[in-house]
C-alpha cells in the first residue's frame, strides 16, 4: 500500500487555525518518510485546544505559516491516498485554510481511519486514536501521523482483503450515526439541538428529551453525548456551512470524544 498518513491539530474551534502539521509517507507496506512542523495561525490559542495537545503560541511563533508551508503540504498530497483519524475533519480544516490564503486543496483522495474502525470493531466502545492505538499494540508515544500509519497497516494484517478503498470509500455527504432507538437510549444522556426544528419549538422538544431521560443543554461541551441537528441545518451542512455547534460537535469527535451527531427526521418521533 502508498498513502500518507495525516494529523492536524487547530489553535482554537476555527478550521483556519492549523498549529500543527505532521506527515508521515508510506511506500509498498513501508513507512520512508515523515514530516512534523508548527505552524504559526496568527491566532488566539484557546486554552481547552491546549489542553488537549499541548501547543503553546510561544512553540509556534518563530514557526512557518500556513500559506508559506503551503508549497511543501501541497508536494505532499498531491495525487495520494491521504489518510486521517477523522476524514470529515481533517478535509474540512484543510479546505477552509487554503481558502483563507485564496489557494486550492491538494487534489487527493481522502481516508478515515475512524469511521473504518466503527464499522469493523464492532465490540469495542472507545474509538479514540489512542484507544485504538492500544488495541492493536501500536506504541503510544509515537507521533499522532505516525500513529495513523501504523494502524492502517495493521488493518492490512488484521482484516483478511483489507485494501485503501474501504478508508476512502464513504461519500463526501456526512455520516450520522444511525442506531436503533428506544426511549432507554436517550435516559442519562447530554443532549443538544442545533437549528430550528420542524414542527415542533426548541422547548418542546427540550421537554420531550427531559421525559425521557435525557439531559438537556444549549451547549456542546466534552460531556455531550448527542447532538441533534434539524433537517435544514443538516441540508446546510452537507453543502459546506456547518453551525458552530456541528463545527464544535465535529472537533470533539476528532479528539475522541464519543459525540453522536443524529439528524432530527431520524428520531421525529420522540419529539412529538
Same mark, same amino acid.
Given at each position: 500500500?502508498?498513502?500518507?498518513?495525516?494529523?492536524?491539530?487547530?489553535?482554537?474551534?476555527?478550521?483556519?487555525?492549523?498549529?500543527?502539521?505532521?506527515?508521515?509517507?508510506?511506500?509498498?507496506?513501508?513507512?520512508?518518510?515523515?514530516? &512534523?512542523?508548527?505552524?504559526?495561525?496568527?491566532?488566539?490559542?484557546?486554552?481547552?485546544?491546549?489542553?488537549?495537545?499541548?501547543?503553546?503560541?510561544?512553540?509556534?511563533?518563530?514557526?512557518?505559516?500556513?500559506?508559506?508551508? %503551503?508549497?511543501?503540504?501541497?508536494?505532499?498530497?498531491?495525487?495520494?491516498?491521504?489518510?486521517?483519524? %477523522?476524514?470529515? %475533519?481533517?478535509?474540512?480544516?484543510?479546505?477552509?485554510?487554503?481558502?483563507?490564503?485564496?489557494?486550492?486543496?491538494?487534489?487527493?483522495?481522502?481516508?478515515?481511519?475512524?469511521?473504518?474502525?466503527?464499522?469493523?470493531?464492532?465490540?469495542?466502545? *472507545?474509538?479514540?486514536?489512542?484507544?485504538?492505538? *492500544?488495541?492493536?499494540?501500536?506504541?503510544?508515544?509515537?507521533?499522532?501521523?505516525?500513529?495513523?500509519?501504523?494502524?492502517?497497516?495493521?488493518?492490512?494484517?488484521?482484516?483478511?482483503?483489507?485494501?485503501? *478503498?474501504?478508508?476512502?470509500?464513504?461519500?463526501?455527504?456526512?455520516?450520522?450515526?444511525?442506531?436503533?432507538?428506544?426511549?432507554?437510549?436517550?435516559?442519562?444522556?447530554?443532549?443538544? &439541538?442545533?437549528?430550528?426544528?420542524?414542527?415542533?419549538?426548541?422547548?418542546?422538544?427540550?421537554?420531550?428529551?427531559?421525559?425521557?431521560?435525557?439531559?438537556?443543554?444549549?451547549?456542546?461541551?466534552?460531556?455531550?453525548?448527542?447532538?441533534?441537528?434539524?433537517?435544514?441545518?443538516?441540508?446546510?451542512?452537507?453543502?459546506? *456551512?456547518?453551525?458552530?455547534?456541528?463545527?464544535?460537535?465535529?472537533?470533539?469527535?476528532?479528539?475522541? %470524544?464519543?459525540?453522536?451527531?443524529?439528524?432530527?427526521?431520524?428520531?421525529?418521533?420522540?419529539?412529538?
Amino acid at each position: 500500500m502508498d498513502f500518507i498518513a495525516l494529523e492536524i491539530e487547530t489553535a482554537n474551534q476555527w478550521r483556519d487555525s492549523i498549529c500543527s502539521i505532521g506527515l508521515v509517507k508510506v511506500k509498498n507496506d513501508k513507512i520512508i518518510d515523515s514530516l &512534523f512542523t508548527f505552524i504559526n495561525p496568527n491566532q488566539p490559542f484557546d486554552e481547552y485546544y491546549i489542553a488537549q495537545h499541548g501547543i503553546t503560541e510561544e512553540m509556534v511563533k518563530f514557526s512557518p505559516t500556513f500559506e508559506e508551508f %503551503y508549497p511543501l503540504l501541497n508536494k505532499w498530497l498531491t495525487n495520494q491516498t491521504v489518510v486521517g483519524y %477523522y476524514r470529515n %475533519y481533517d478535509q474540512s480544516v484543510l479546505e477552509e485554510s487554503c481558502l483563507s490564503i485564496n489557494q486550492l486543496v491538494p487534489f487527493c483522495k481522502f481516508g478515515c481511519i475512524l469511521q473504518f474502525a466503527r464499522n469493523k470493531l464492532n465490540n469495542e466502545r *472507545h474509538f479514540s486514536l489512542l484507544t485504538l492505538a *492500544h488495541l492493536f499494540g501500536i506504541p503510544l508515544h509515537l507521533e499522532r501521523a505516525e500513529i495513523i500509519a501504523n494502524l492502517v497497516l495493521s488493518f492490512e494484517e488484521k482484516f483478511k482483503e483489507f485494501t485503501l *478503498h474501504d478508508l476512502t470509500n464513504s461519500s463526501k455527504k456526512i455520516a450520522s450515526h444511525n442506531p436503533i432507538f428506544t426511549d432507554s437510549y436517550f435516559q442519562g444522556k447530554n443532549i443538544v &439541538f442545533t437549528g430550528a426544528l420542524e414542527g415542533v419549538t426548541r422547548s418542546m422538544a427540550a421537554k420531550k428529551i427531559r421525559s425521557i431521560g435525557g439531559i438537556f443543554s444549549n451547549t456542546v461541551t466534552k460531556q455531550t453525548n448527542i447532538l441533534i441537528v434539524s433537517n435544514s441545518s443538516w441540508a446546510k451542512a452537507e453543502s459546506g *456551512h456547518k453551525s458552530s455547534k456541528f463545527h464544535k460537535a465535529e472537533q470533539f469527535q476528532s479528539m475522541g %470524544y464519543p459525540i453522536e451527531i443524529i439528524q432530527e427526521e431520524k428520531i421525529r418521533p420522540y419529539l412529538k
